[in-house]
Structures are given as C-alpha cells and as structure tokens.
C-alpha cells in the first residue's frame, strides 16, 4: 500500500508577527493552511489566530479576501514561504488579519477590528515569520493505490497456484 502514497501536497504553517506599532508591543500568533509548493492565489487557504497581546481576534474562522493589487497571497518555495502579500477577514466577527512580507509586498502584517478598538501591526513587516508545520505525511494516490492492491491480489493468485502444483509433484514422486 505503501507503494500508492505520495507526499502530501497541502502545507500548513505557522505565522508570528510582533505589535511594534500598535503599542502593546506583544505578538500574534496563528496558523495557515492550506498551501501548495509555489505560487498561492489565495481562496482556499485559511487562518487561525491562536494568540495575541490583548487576546482579541482568538477565531479559526479567518477566510481568504483578498491580495493587494491582485497578485499571489504566498509563495512557498522548498517548503518555506517566500513572499506573503494576503487579507483574511473572520466569517464570524468584523476582525481582520493580513500577512505581508517586507517593505513592498502590499500589505503590512496586522490584526484590527472595523470599530478599531485594539490594532496590533508591524508596519514594517520586519518581525513577521513563517514556520513550516508538521505536514500530513502521506496522501493516497487513489489509481496507484488500486493498482498495488491488484498486484498483492495477482501476487497471492500465483503463489497458491504454485505451491498447488508444488503438492502435486511431491505426491507423485
């Protein structure tokens, strides 16, 4: 069976940034997942934030909205993200998270809230970190693994039918 796996291709990450402009001077953490090796457009990824300094903006529910100037939310290369330029909002509250990387990338990584009542950013994006997460080992190639199934069947067919005859030559000499 193990012969009909392969590696999995959805990634997820961990994501940190430091409120060096909002005044509480804590951090953000959170979860991403979702991503492929590559360029990501963005729907289908999600956020989840697990912490921040005033524990605002605490949801699993954070969906892709959008990028700035529409270009690619993340690009992940070799297993690391390179460039992340994306806006989540919460399907469940008015709260806001967007992730950016470097000085250019679009957005500044940032939790808010539409009435403003806290705003953790780091305008310059220079404490936001990726790390990759432990990914799902394996996922089934479903033709592969149908396949190896129908060798190990044929492989056991063969055997019987030979250690069958194996019998019948023993008797007879």
Same mark, same amino acid.
């Given at each position: 069976?193990?012969?009909?796996? #392969? ?10 940034? *430091? ?14 997942? /979702? ?11 999600? #956020? ?17 909205? !959008?990028?700035?100037?529409? /270009?690619? #939310?993340?690009?992940?290369?070799? !297993? ?20 950016? +990387?470097? =000085?250019?990338? /679009?957005?500044?990584? *940032? ?22 997460? +432990?990914?799902?080992?394996? =996922? ?13 069947? /044929? ?17 007879? #000499?």
């Amino acid at each position: 069976m193990l012969l009909g796996a #392969a590696p999995a291709h959805a990634l997820n990450f961990t994501f940190r940034f *430091q409120d060096v402009n909002g005044g509480s001077n804590g951090f953000v953490t959170g979860t991403l997942s /979702g991503l492929v090796d590559g360029d990501n457009a963005g729907p289908g990824i999600t #956020a989840t934030v697990t912490s921040s300094p005033g524990g605002e903006g605490l949801f699993s529910d954070y969906i892709f909205v !959008g990028s700035s100037e529409g /270009g690619n #939310a993340f690009t992940v290369t070799s !297993g690391n993200i390179t460039f992340a330029n994306a806006f989540f909002g919460s399907s469940s509250s008015a709260y806001s998270l967007f992730l950016g +990387t470097g =000085e250019n990338s /679009g957005y500044f990584s *940032q939790l808010t809230d539409a009435d403003s009542n806290f705003n953790y950013v780091d305008v310059s994006n220079s404490t936001t970190q990726f790390t990759a997460a +432990t990914p799902v080992p394996f =996922e089934l190639n479903s033709a592969v693994g149908i396949a190896t199934l129908g060798f190990c069947f /044929g492989a056991a067919k063969v055997r019987k039918n030979h250690l069958a005859k194996k019998r019948m030559v023993s008797v007879e #000499a």
